[in-house]
């Protein structure tokens, strides 16, 4: 008998076993009162993922199978632009989604995506789960939607290409650099006189590979989850914005939870959020060199002059205009003066 199918054998039989003992909580599941959703953009071997697996298992056995959350990673649910349509109609009830490409909706939300606001994760936290966050929570309801307290992380975004490393704010000149679906983005890469292509994240890895564009920016955890190295060559580090994910939810989809499934729901997605924070950053930090091993060729370029040609350019004060000086010296109080 070959080893694979003795394992086969063994692994069926457990699960005979298993599925014996384990009868009751299918039955139980199958009674769920709630069975959502929850979708997202993220790779299978994300630490979010992972985490929101957990959570979702968490939340099953605390509310006694009632509360059944299945989750959708990888865009299989649709593009981030198609999933937050989904999220506002109830077609979806839970969606994570970065502030940046909610600006769609909720202008205010991008502001933590502002170039070379944030200095390191500390700074982050501070601001995401204090003023600055709580005033984005609220102009995210007054659009409709519900959201949980705490941010989820993506993390500080650095820039591939499959031509050329980028150096200095100068390699960007022409540069056709995909990013997502969001005015602060594009505006941004217009500012470094690169030619932005909003493209959902869901197309990324096929537009890279067809070489519909030159390079993409993401933290070094998608890169590496995502398996971009394969079909990009530089990776420098440009630090250039820190980006995390809003948890969504349905309005009347969250309104319909009686209050004690409300809360065994808010406190497990909240502490997952903590713990998909630390792993993700952990992961962030340590993944360069297997990306090195791989094949990306890093450089880690001076952040002064990008600041320089986005303030040069005027892209700060046309943002602080955007925003409005509330938000915009809730960030300042934050991370200091901008602008
Ligand atoms: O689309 C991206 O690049 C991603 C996955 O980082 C976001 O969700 C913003």
């Not at 109830?90 to 170039?115: D, W, Y």
């Amino acid at each position: 008998m070959s080893f694979s199918r003795r394992a086969l054998l063994k692994a069926s039989a457990a699960a005979a076993v298993f599925g014996g003992i384990s009868a009751p909580h299918i039955a139980r599941a199958q009674t769920a009162e709630f069975s959502y959703k929850f979708a997202n953009n993220l790779p299978e071997q994300h630490p979010f993922v992972t985490r929101a697996r957990e959570m979702a298992a968490a939340i099953k056995t605390e509310t006694n199978g009632r509360f059944d959350l299945q989750v959708f990673p990888n865009s299989q649910l649709g593009s981030d632009t198609d999933m937050l349509s989904q999220v506002r109609s109830g077609g979806i009830e839970f969606f994570t989604l970065s502030g940046l490409i909610l600006a769609t909706l909720v202008p205010a939300a991008s502001i933590n995506g502002i170039g070379f606001a944030f200095p390191d994760y500390p700074t982050v936290w501070k601001t995401m789960d204090g003023e600055l966050g709580a005033y984005v929570r609220g102009e995210i309801n007054k659009a409709g939607l519900e959201v949980m307290e705490k941010i989820w992380d993506n993390g500080f975004r650095q820039t591939t290409s499959s031509t050329r490393p980028i150096t200095g704010p100068d390699d960007f000149k022409g540069f056709k650099i995909r990013v997502p679906v969001s005015p602060l983005w594009t505006s941004m890469f217009r500012a470094f006189d690169a030619s932005p292509a909003s493209i959902n994240f869901s197309e990324v890895y096929s537009a890279l590979q067809t070489k519909i564009v030159e390079g993409q920016e993401n933290p070094l955890a998608l890169i590496s989850t995502a398996k971009l190295y394969e079909v990009q060559k530089y990776c420098s580090l440009t630090n250039h914005m820190w980006d995390g994910f809003w948890f969504l939810m349905n309005r009347k989809a969250w309104q319909a939870l009686p209050d004690d499934i409300k809360t065994i729901v808010a406190r497990n997605v909240n502490a997952a959020a903590m713990n998909e924070r630390a792993d993700t950053e952990a992961l962030n930090a340590s993944v360069k060199d297997d990306l090195t091993k791989k094949g990306l060729v890093f450089n880690q370029p001076d952040p002064g002059p990008f600041r320089e040609k986005l303030r040069a350019a005027g892209f700060y004060a046309e943002w602080k205009g955007k925003y409005g000086e509330q938000a915009w010296s809730l960030l300042e109080k934050a991370v200091g003066k901008l602008s």
